[in-house]
């Protein structure tokens, strides 16, 4: 991958524009993502960092600025995007499994129809993943009889299945009972340790802290500050990290007076 | 003395069982039932009418419906597609269709295909494509937008992950958004294919020979023959046989449907 004059980072957005209608949800975004490296996205709802995730796959279409994936860059006009889609892994907030398919048919339905691997490659490619994420006895059960916490790993293992260069995860837990979160972060957490690119929103400040390389907080459409987790979790410089950090890290102390609206305004 | 609610219920339901029971009155005293019984259930003529009204008519009405169906389900397919197409053109043409062949009476495009399309191309159409031709081009209209219905029932997100493993468009809708649509849509396809049982009754305005004769034709063929209303009233339960179990899988389907949300 060193022949777009090395070029090394993974993903690189720059300047990277997202406005839907009048409303503009990303103010110009840059952020790279090196080879190997784990970086959760973190901020309040609604600051942008699902759209920030899903124009990293073009799933959005950028109102301006540029993804480049390796070196290739995803908003050319004349680039291929079903080619460059194959080398990312995607895992959705709501899992969005096919629910027609069988455990092993969602996961080997891509790897054949895009892939073009014959029937008993993808299948053991797609069993080989299932054991990965731990729901290999499941094969033949469908979607809907599956756990969320089920549902997610197979989402991981489809997803795993196509090879991707990186694996990109828009709240992966945030649809999950409790109890059932902590197996998907640990497949995710397994994930990282084999050396696995990733690029994670996420509310698990947990699992940011103990897994990620860097950590980004974003807010209002604009990146406010990022660092090692150590830094942005444990010592946040901006003010607006540190509300949002407190929010999310001691619910039960949050101050509403803000939000009561003041009388005489 | 205010009545209670359950007073007032029971004394409401009691009074329409009444104006039931009346009017089922009525009707036995009033009817002649000599005149009903030699008009309608006339069994020489009835025991006539076998077996051809089972191995043509009944036949012919059950082959005349699938030509139809199958060809009406491809086209309706290809207009919702068109229909939720990104090309205006497309749209325009999938819903100038839709609006035209459903708002004609099936009638007159019988009419016009059996006879305006022989003149106006100097062609011979076998009567089978005819038929199908006639009975598809109306039933596609009607498809046409349960189909559309079903794709978009079809959640976003489906489409969203199929792109993200590297689907193209076309593999993804054709993977995973149809497969999933039909399945949403297969009660109310159903019902299109009862409708077409009975419209295929209108394929008699193409002038058939005796073999081609579907129910409703061979009905009132032996209506003229024998001065009694009885093949109407066989050729009536014959459209039963068909559509009573489709309309018993139906709610069955719909049933699975309930079970699976």
Redesign the interface.
């Known amino acids: 991958m060193t022949d777009h004059k090395a070029d090394e980072a993974a993903i690189r957005v720059e300047g990277l524009h997202k406005s839907f209608g009048e409303l503009e949800v990303l103010k110009g975004i840059d952020v790279t993502v090196r080879p190997g490296e784990v970086v959760c996205v973190i901020g309040p709802s609604g600051s942008g960092k699902s759209t920030l995730l899903r124009c990293v ?1 073009l ?1 959005e279409e950028p109102t301006a600025g540029t993804v480049a994936l390796s070196g290739t860059e995803l908003t050319d006009p004349d680039v291929d995007i ?2 460059v ?2 080398r ?3 895992v ?1 907030q ?1 899992f ?5 398919l069988s455990v092993l048919d969602n996961l080997t ?2 790897q054949r ?3 073009g691997r014959g029937k008993d490659e993808a299948e053991r490619i797609g069993r080989a993943n299932l054991r990965r994420v731990g729901v290999s006895e499941k094969e033949s059960a469908y979607p ?1 009889q599956l756990s969320g916490g089920q549902q997610q790993r197979v ?1 991981i293992a ?2 795993l299945s ?1 090879d991707p260069e990186l694996m990109l995860f828009d709240e992966p837990t945030s649809a999950l009972d409790p109890e059932l979160v902590g197996d998907v972060l640990a497949v995710m957490r397994r994930l990282a340790d084999e050396g696995m690119t990733m690029m994670v929103v996420t509310h698990e400040m947990s699992f940011a802290r103990e897994v990620a390389d860097r950590v980004v907080f974003m807010d209002g459409g604009v990146i406010v500050e990022e660092g090692p987790p150590s830094r942005v979790i444990g010592d946040p410089q901006h003010q607006r990290t540190r509300t949002f950090l407190s929010r999310v890290l001691d619910p039960a102390a949050a101050d509403v007076t803000e939000d009561s609206a003041p009388p005489g305004r | 003395m205010p009545m209670s609610r359950r007073q007032r219920t029971r004394t409401v339901r009691g009074v329409q069982y009444g104006v039931l029971a009346l009017v089922v009155a009525a009707m036995a005293f009033g009817a002649n039932w000599g005149e009903i019984r030699r008009a309608f259930f006339d069994l020489d003529v009835a025991q006539a009418l076998f077996p051809d009204i089972i191995t043509t008519a009944l036949v012919n009405t059950v082959v005349y419906t699938l030509l139809g169906f199958g060809f009406g389900l491809a086209l309706g397919l290809v207009l919702a597609l068109m229909r939720l197409s990104s090309v205006p053109p497309y749209r325009w043409l999938a819903t100038g269709y839709i609006e035209f062949f459903r708002g004609v009476p099936a009638l007159l495009v019988f009419i016009a295909l059996g006879f305006g399309v022989p003149i106006a191309f100097q062609v011979v159409i076998n009567q089978y494509v005819t038929v199908m031709l006639a009975l598809g081009l109306v039933g596609a209209a009607y498809m046409a937008e349960t189909i559309r219905a079903g794709i978009q029932a079809v ?1 976003k ?2 489409v ?9 468009q076309g ?1 993804a809708m054709r ?2 958004v149809i ?2 649509a039909f ?1 949403i849509v297969l009660p109310p396809l159903t019902n299109e294919l009862i409708l077409l049982t009975k419209d295929s009754s209108l394929v008699y305005l193409l002038g058939l020979s005796l073999g081609q004769y579907e129910l409703a034709k061979f009905g009132r063929d032996a209506l003229n023959e024998n001065r009694s209303l009885t093949p109407i009233l066989v050729a009536g339960l014959c459209y039963l046989i068909i559509t009573l179990p489709l309309g018993h899988l139906v709610r069955r389907l719909e049933a699975r449907t309930a079970k ?1 949300r």
């Open positions: 796959n799933l079903d080619r889609r194959r990312i892994g995607m959705f709501s969005n499994l096919f629910p027609h339905i891509a129809r895009v892939l809907a989402a489809r997803a196509m | 959640p997100g489906q969203e992950a199929a792109r993200s493993l590297g689907m193209s593999r993977s995973i497969p999933q399945r699976a």
